[in-house]
């Protein structure tokens, strides 16, 4: 449908866990306005999913929990773990999406990603050429051995990626050692927070770009 038909799903998975991938796409022929897209939320769907394609997907995108988060401009380490605890007061029904091994969202509408890792694997999220956000709890053990990768590219527009990565032992060492997690914002304004252990490759990209760690 168009920009007046969005959609909200609470929830999407299958019994038995069953579900693995997962295609979104637009129509919005015979809509009153065909110029533009509606957008869609779904809240929580199957871990351990393989893909999420969204590659035709043209408007707006959340993916994970409705986190209604009031104060984005002030998230620290703190309220960020709050997001995926329940700790937090200024948090409303945030789920994250665990262990999606590839997010392809380039349709070009603003996306917003809530998710977990906390096993062993390779990881891919790519969104296009909106406004979006990436927020990513990573749990050491899910980087810290070979083969194990983070990849995130947010193409163009100013967009914003937060990660929080908890680790204990040789977790850190081992995944510093590895070197396997990129993140590229591409032209924009961007802004990239890294809370917790590890070591980032980051491209920011043209633009006026931010970056906060507390590593």
Request: with cysteine.
């Amino acid at each position: 449908g168009d920009e007046s038909r969005p959609s909200v799903l609470r929830n999407l998975d299958s019994t038995g866990g069953a579900l693995d991938t997962m295609n979104i796409t637009s129509n919005n022929s015979g809509y009153p306005d065909e110029t533009t897209y509606a957008s869609l939320t779904i809240g929580y769907t199957n871990e351990f999913m393989s893909l999420i394609n969204a590659s035709t997907f043209l408007g707006d995108l959340t993916l994970g929990g409705t986190c209604e988060y009031e104060d984005w401009d002030n998230l620290n380490i703190q309220s960020f773990e709050s997001l995926f605890s329940g700790d937090s007061e200024d948090v409303v029904g945030c789920a994250a999406i665990e262990n999606l091994a590839t997010l392809v969202a380039t349709g070009g509408g603003d996306v917003t990603y809530y998710g977990e890792i906390d096993s062993s694997g390779i990881y891919s999220y790519t969104t296009g050429s909106g406004s979006d956000a990436i927020y990513l709890d990573i749990q050491g053990e899910a980087l810290d051995f070979a083969g194990d990768s983070l990849f995130i590219s947010t193409g163009g527009s100013d967009d914003l990626v937060v990660t929080d990565t908890r680790s204990t032992g040789n977790q850190a060492p081992n995944q510093i050692i590895l070197q396997n997690v990129d993140i590229n914002t591409g032209d924009g304004n961007d802004t990239i927070m890294t809370f917790g252990s590890g070591s980032f490759r980051i491209d920011a990209g043209t633009g006026n770009d931010t970056i906060y760690t507390d590593n």
